[in-house]
């Protein structure tokens, strides 16, 4: 019985490892996990030959466009004043904090409202048919799960 105990408690461990290092190399771990249960030692081994997976080109280039959508909507909130940022730590703070987390008092010259500023982020979006909730462009499947193509057909 204790013999058996052991055997199960090897297998989980391998298993494990197997998983954690094709994760790491960005595959699917589910397989892995059980070759590790299996084969213990020698499917540990068999990962270690597998080279890291690459992003795609889009999901390069779609987090790239997330970063860039995320910095031109933070820097559209500075310009209309609905946040500041903290002088010391370059915390984003909303405009009704007086005091920052690290107990900087909000700058007297902070950036006044610009007149005829529009309160949207100068990004792109599109707003589902389905739900009504209005997406970013890098944003291509609603919460709702209405596809943005589906979306542009009429």
Not at 39 to 63: M, N, R, S, Y
Not at 78 to 88: N, S
Not at 113 to 121: D, I, T
Not at 122 to 128: K, M, P, R
């Amino acid at each position: 019985m204790i013999e058996f105990i052991i055997i199960i408690l090897v297998g989980v461990f391998w298993a494990y490892m197997c998983g954690t290092e094709m994760e790491k190399k960005r595959y699917d771990p589910t397989a892995w996990y059980i070759i590790g249960f299996l084969l213990g030692f020698l499917g540990f081994g068999i990962t270690l030959f597998f080279k890291k997976k690459e992003l795609e080109f889009d999901e390069v280039e779609i987090q790239r466009m997330v970063a860039a959508d995320q910095m031109r909507a933070l820097k559209s909130n500075i310009a209309i004043g609905r946040v500041w940022v903290c002088p010391r730590c370059r915390r984003t703070n909303d405009r009704s904090v007086e005091i920052c987390a690290c107990g900087v008092r909000k700058p007297v010259s902070a950036p006044a409202p610009v007149q005829g500023a529009s309160e949207r982020p100068v990004v792109g979006t599109w707003t589902c048919r389905n739900c009504g909730m209005e997406n970013s462009d890098h944003i291509f499947i609603c919460n709702c799960g209405m596809k943005k193509s589906e979306n542009e057909q009429t």
